[in-house]
C-alpha cells in the first residue's frame, strides 16, 4: 500500500493551516513569527546542551514541554524554539543545528517525508521501517505508547445496538451507515478504499458526508447529533472521551501506526539522553495525552507548558531519574 502525503495527517496539516495564519497576524502586531529567524544553526558541542523545538500546533507544543522539563531535571542545559511549523521547516532545522530535538509521530515521519514508498503500517513494522529510513542524521529514542493516528468512530449508542468493537463489525451494516470524514478521505489508499478492502465496509457516495475540518468540531458535532453514524476523529481528540464516544479496533491496521516519538540529531545521541527519553515515553499513553489535549485546547485553556510541568511532576520526571 502505498501512502502520499495526503493520507498521514489532513487534520495535523489543517491545524498547521489555521495556526500559520494565526502566527502572521502576531506578526503583524510585533510579534516573532520564525522561531528560527536569524539562527545561523550552530550546534553546541556539549551532548548535554540541547535546544528542543516542537511543530506548530498544541499537541506537539505540550509534548515538547515535557521533553524540555524532564531533561532540565535530569541536568540537561536546555533552550526551546516551539512552534516552528511542519516537517519541510524541522527536519532540515534538526540537521542544520537549529534545533536538536523535537516530538514526531512515527508512521507520518516515516511514510510522510522518509520514505512514501514504504508500506509499512502495523507499529513494529513502522518502527523497524523508520530506523532503516533514519539515515546518518537523524535518531530516535524508543516510540511512546501514546497514538495519535484516524480512527473510525461511532456514539456508544451505535456500538451496543450493534455490538461493535472492531471495524470488521460495522461491514454488514454498511447501507445503513452515513460516515463523515475529510472530502480526501473517499480516495485515501487508508480511507474508504482500505475500509472496503480490509475489513468490507462498504460506505455509497451518497452515504458520504464530507467535512472539512480534519475530525474537529463540526464532524464531532454531526456524530454526536446522529447527522452521520460513524467518522473519521484522530485516537487524541478529547472529544472521544467527552461525548462518551467508542473508537472501533483496526486489528488488520488499516491506518498506519502513529506513535509519539522523540526524533534528534544523531550528533547528540547519548546513553543519558535516551534514558531519560524512554523513561518519560514509556508513561506516555493516549488516554494521558488525551488528557493533556483536553486540559490545553478544553475548556481550561492551560498554556501547553503549565500542562506539561504538571504532568511531568505527577510521573516522577521532576528529579533526577535513577
Known sequence: MKIDTMSTSPRRWLVAAVLAIAMVSTAACGGDSDPLAGDGGERSSDPDTLVVGS??????????????????????????????????????????????????????????????????????DVDKALLAALGPDLAIATPAPAEDKDAVVVTKETAERWNLTTIADLAPYSAEVKF????EFQERSVGLPGLKKNYDL????????????????????????????AANIFTTSPAITKNDFVVLEDPKNNFPAQNVVPLFSSVKKSEKLTKVLDAVSAKLTTAELIELNEAVSGDSKTEPAEAAKKWVAENGFDKPIG
Open 202 to 229: 462498504d460506505i455509497s457516495p451518497n452515504n458520504f458526508v464530507a467535512i472539512a475540518d480534519g475530525g474537529g468540531p463540526a464532524t464531532v458535532q454531526a456524530l454526536a447529533s446522529g447527522q452521520v453514524t
Open 180 to 183: 463523515a470524514a475529510p472530502a
Open 55 to 124: 511543530a506548530n500546533f498544541p499537541e506537539s507544543t505540550t509534548i515538547a514541554n515535557i521533553y524540555a522539563e524532564a531533561l532540565r531535571a535530569n541536568s540537561f542545559d536546555i533552550d526551546t524554539k516551539f512552534n516552528i511549523g511542519s516537517r519541510e521547516s524541522y527536519i532540515p532545522a534538526l540537521k542544520d543545528g537549529s534545533i536538536d530535538l523535537i516530538p514526531e509521530y512515527t508512521g507520518n515521519l516515516l511514510l510522510a517525508y522518509l520514505d512514501k514508498n514504504a508500506t509499512a503500517t502495523s507499529a513494529a
